[in-house]
């Protein structure tokens, strides 16, 4: 990387890719696989199952919506992170990141190998794919995934549209065929729909049930705040991208449940392990494989988004000082490498004992919980800091919906029916002091870690990120350039005395310099070599 080149995220993204993006993430293998969870809560009756549907529509748009005032008030990668650290304070924050510096590798090697049994199966007819096989092939798609991420965001998006393309027609095959067989079917599938209420009604436990299996079959449509700063206009694209996605795929959910239950009956959808395969083998038998492709594609994009994204996540914290100072560097790309490497090497750790994600997966409980906090964030800040530029303003009625349905979601289960995960969750969260207090709020280690940091960096051939967000406005225009940017932020820390500036978004270059007044020339202690190409490596952005 020449010196005194800026580095940074570039804003690429637009109206277009972020819909696919947001299409990519919400869309699982959930729809194909095993859309049966919303039925089972609904003991088993139509009318209501499909009217929790579209609620669970309805109540994501709300989320969504509201959610997207973080990413357009801080258009900045990882906003999410930002916000809640900037309104709740930084043990909220790093609440939020060690929550997910576990449960989001968990969701990575789950997936990872229910696409490598997809994969394997044809070769194995009749019986269980080998554990061994499936575990290797796994790793092999993850490590291609993070390999994909490394070469940039425009290889990224590529992928993205080809993927949702492919999983988007087998979904809209599936739709139009179960409409047309409804429409010239026989009575009996018709009666399902004319006595769609007429069988029990379920409880308010089995509702929240019901809405949680809903809401987590619509779950992703965060990703754009945590993308934002790689956004074009992000004040404008974000809530099209949201309104656009969420009304298409709420069709798409309807549809593909209809036509499932204009084919099989509840009973027969309940004991099916694959519903899309179970459906076209009633249907067309000869295109089993069509749900196939459609399965391996709608997990490899979710892989590939949730990487991409989580990775900026990780990236904000570094730059705020909760994580290692590495994953606040990016390679020639644009890309957060050092923090996909984290997260698939964590992944790559969980795959092997497959049994421990089910239990890290018991966090993702903890999203709705999240959710709230971040709506009581939102007040917060609209009443500490009123004249604070808000692009784009959510009415106060969507964020008490949001607060009001996660409380909900978070406390019927709790107490109509109390697990042991939910004891698990509240342990797990609590375990994060134990890093928080001598890591970040006490700082011990600083001068051991950034040894390592130094000597990764020259390995992985990366430099600190400018923080884009300084030189381009909301709107997405320049207000000044990035050089202007990097000397204010140099000056600025300069001027300051206090330590806390080194977990500021350049203090990797503050790091580097305290080192150089030490050694003379050299930007790494030892490595004599380095500091005579020019100046230290550590200062290369």
Not at 226 to 232: P, Q
Not at 254 to 264: H, T
Not at 275 to 299: E, F, N
């Amino acid at each position: 990387m020449k010196v005194g080149e800026s580095t940074q995220f570039q804003r690429v993204i637009g109206y277009f890719h972020g819909t696919i993006f947001l299409f990519s993430i919400i869309i699982g293998a959930g729809i194909f696989v095993a859309p049966k969870g919303v039925l089972k809560y609904s003991s088993l009756n139509v009318g209501v199952s499909l009217s929790i549907w579209a609620a669970c529509a309805v109540v994501s748009m709300l989320a969504a919506l509201s959610h997207a005032e973080l990413g357009t008030t801080f258009p900045r990668s990882g906003a999410q992170y930002y916000f809640l650290k900037r309104s709740l304070g930084p043990f909220i924050a790093f609440f939020y990141v060690w929550t997910n510096l576990f449960s989001t590798p968990a969701g990575i090697a789950a997936r990872g190998l229910l696409l490598a049994g997809y994969i394997m199966q044809p070769f194995y007819p009749g019986c269980f794919v080998p554990e061994m096989p499936k575990k290797c092939l796994a790793l092999a798609i993850l490590w291609c995934l993070g390999i994909l991420n490394a070469r940039g965001v425009k290889e990224v998006t590529w992928f993205q549209t080809v993927s949702t393309a492919v999983k988007m027609t087998v979904l809209g095959f599936i739709s139009v065929t179960g409409i047309v067989l409804l429409v010239r079917g026989r009575r009996e599938n018709l009666a399902r729909f004319e006595k769609a209420f007429d069988a029990d009604v379920p409880d308010a436990s089995q509702i929240a049930e019901a809405f949680l299996q809903g809401l987590f079959a619509y779950s992703g449509w965060g990703v754009l705040v945590r993308i934002a700063g790689e956004l074009k206009s992000p004040s404008e694209n974000i809530p099209k991208c949201v309104v656009t996605a969420l009304t298409l795929v709420a069709l798409i959910y309807l549809l593909v449940n209809v036509s499932y239950l204009a084919v099989l009956t509840p009973k027969e959808i309940m004991s099916s392990d694959a519903v899309a395969v179970t459906w076209m083998d009633r249907v067309i038998p000869s295109l089993q494989w069509a749900v196939s492709v459609g399965v391996s594609s709608s997990i490899v994009s979710s892989l590939n988004c949730t990487v991409f994204s989580t990775s900026r996540l990780w990236y904000m914290a570094s730059q705020e000082g909760q994580l290692p100072l590495i994953l606040s560097t990016l390679n020639i790309h644009s890309c957060p490498v050092a923090a996909v490497i984290q997260m698939l090497i964590f992944a790559s750790i969980l795959i092997i004992p497959s049994d421990l994600i089910l239990l890290i997966n018991y966090v993702g409980f903890t999203d709705w919980i999240q959710l709230g906090l971040m709506m009581v964030g939102l007040l917060k800040l609209r009443f500490q800091e009123p004249n604070l530029s808000r692009p784009y303003k959510v009415r106060l009625p969507f964020v008490f919906g949001t607060m009001a349905i996660s409380l909900f979601l978070v406390l019927t289960p709790i107490i109509k029916s109390p697990q042991i995960y939910h004891i698990y969750v509240i342990l797990f969260i609590l375990s994060g002091l134990l890093f928080y207090l001598p890591f970040v709020h006490f700082d011990l280690g600083s001068t051991y870690f950034n040894k390592i940091t130094c000597f990764l960096q020259l390995l992985l051939n990366v430099s600190p990120g400018d923080d884009i967000d300084e030189y381009i406005s909301t709107g997405g225009n320049t207000v000044s350039s990035p050089k202007d940017a990097s000397q204010r932020k140099t000056s600025q820390m300069t001027a300051s005395a206090d330590a806390t500036y080194r977990y500021k978004a350049g203090r990797l270059q503050a790091v580097t310099q305290t080192q150089e007044s030490q050694q003379g020339t050299s930007g790494c202690e030892g490595d004599k070599r380095a500091g005579s190409t020019g100046g230290s490596v550590l200062g290369d952005a």
